[in-house]
């Protein structure tokens, strides 16, 4: 198949330019497609349950008081926030693979996660403190970590397996902090840990979509506008210079604002493991495409945060199973299943 029968070039306001691979576009404007449906069908589950054609009734402004409610007051706000956690976490991985230029560099794995952790349970142990310092302390950990990652793998630049590798130690001695922390609680804080340790979405309302909705409107423009650059660093850092892409101050800057996409989510949600592992991976499969695929992996990580959540609904109930159980338990069996192809294939 030829280039022109592969991609289409769409043309922007101000003389602006954009070549999409034509399998990208569908697979993306699919996987929307699946994250409404998934959408529409997570508002309508619980145990008031409302059919899909009434979701989309009131979600328009036709339905009944109770629906209304229920719809618009305790349901859509949890539905947003997997929405877009779903999709920081995506867009985020991808980030982090490319730049690492290893399937295995994702936040979960580099402990940028367990990171906002630690900042978590510091507020929860040693302060007590509310949901919003909580997020507070999530953000700021994980932030934390990102630079001493980042410090740490530094030397004459970044090289992929060496930024692996400091994140997995720095990932051992934060599991090391959160048992620590968790043996000094009292019980009500130890449980209240655990709650948020696992990754949950209930309970979540308009105060945690609005700063993770304005957070996710600001950087996934910057880190799209990257998506060139970034495709060219994929080819080595020599090869990125060849081509006029500041490598480390695009690498700098993509990592920070994936960084801030993970430790938000992690401040709205909990740390939802996998979803930034396996997201870019499923994406670039689908798209069968070069390159970061942000906007698909961005998608993926929504569509598979929905999907766990409703799945979970489904089978035990409202609020009855974290959504981070069903997203460990899918993403262990996917990363053993990503060793062993990587293994085969004599990359690792």
Known sequence: MTETAR????????????????????????LAAVALALAVLLIGTGDFPIAPWDVVQTLLGNGTPAHDFIVNDLRLPRVLVALLVGAALGM???????VSRNPLGSPDLLGFGYGSAVGALVVIILFQGGATEVAVGALLGGLLTGAAVYLLAYKRGIQG???????????AMLIAAIQYLLTKAQVVDATRAMVWLTGSLAGRDWAQVWPLLALCAVLFPLILGQGRALRMMEMGDDAAYALGVPVERTRLLLMLAATLLTTAASAAAGPISFVALAAPQLARRLTRSPGGNL???????????LASDWASQRAFG??????????????????LWLLVTERKAGRI
Do not use: C, H, N
């Open 295 to 305: 906007l698909t992996a961005a998608l993926m990580g929504a569509v598979l945060l």
């Open 318 to 335: 409202a609020d009855q199973l974290p959504v981070g159980v069903v997203t460990g338990l899918v993403g262990g069996v996917y990363l």
């Open 92 to 98: 985020a991985g991808s980030v982090f693979q490319s």
């Open 7 to 30: 991609t289409r070039r769409l043309k922007l306001p101000g003389g602006i330019s954009l070549r999409v691979e034509r399998r990208a576009l569908l697979v993306g404007a699919l």
């Open 161 to 171: 397996y060496r930024l692996v590798l400091v994140g997995i130690g720095a990932s």
